[in-house]
């Protein structure tokens, strides 16, 4: 599937429906996505500023979908962790832009050529409309090679 019916998919996948999330851009490449959030009634915590919960789910899955679409079906990838620091309240209409380079996608195939599992950490920053950090997040992706079919098989044992 093509990055822009994708990002339509996000943009009626209920959670991000329900939280206020919309998906703004994603390039051809897998390489960058953009996500928005505006400040809404429904998304608002008790004091009136971006809920928590809604400025960390804004930032999920977007890691793994790039690194998947780019590794290919050579390899497994799965978030393995995040971590996420509140900076300042959020107000407006928070941003998050995902960027993963040539350098990150040979890592990950360097690291994981031999059969190892690859953990690297990748930070994004929720900003707000005038660019200040409202919110930091470090996710952790689990790369590793895919086992040949034949290794499958084998693993399975005779049937």
Request: charged share 25%.
């Amino acid at each position: 599937m093509n990055a822009r019916w994708m990002r339509h998919l996000f943009n009626l996948y209920p959670p991000y429906v329900g939280a206020g999330v919309r998906v703004a851009h994603i390039s051809d490449d897998w390489r960058h996505v953009r996500v928005e959030m505006p400040l809404r009634w429904y998304n608002r915590n008790y004091v009136g500023t971006h809920f928590g919960g809604s400025l960390f789910a804004m930032t999920d899955p977007f890691l793994m979908i790039m690194a998947i679409r780019n590794l290919g079906p050579d390899y497994l990838v799965w978030d393995k962790a995040a971590q996420i620091e509140y900076v300042a309240p959020g107000r407006g209409t928070m941003t998050a832009e995902f960027r993963l380079d040539e350098a990150d996608l040979d890592a990950m195939r360097a690291r994981t050529a031999d059969g190892s599992q690859y953990l690297p950490w990748f930070e994004v920053d929720v900003r707000a409309p005038d660019g200040s950090i409202v919110a930091r997040v470090r996710k952790q992706l689990y790369v590793r090679r895919a086992k040949a079919p034949s290794e499958q098989g084998a693993a399975a044992g005779p049937g």
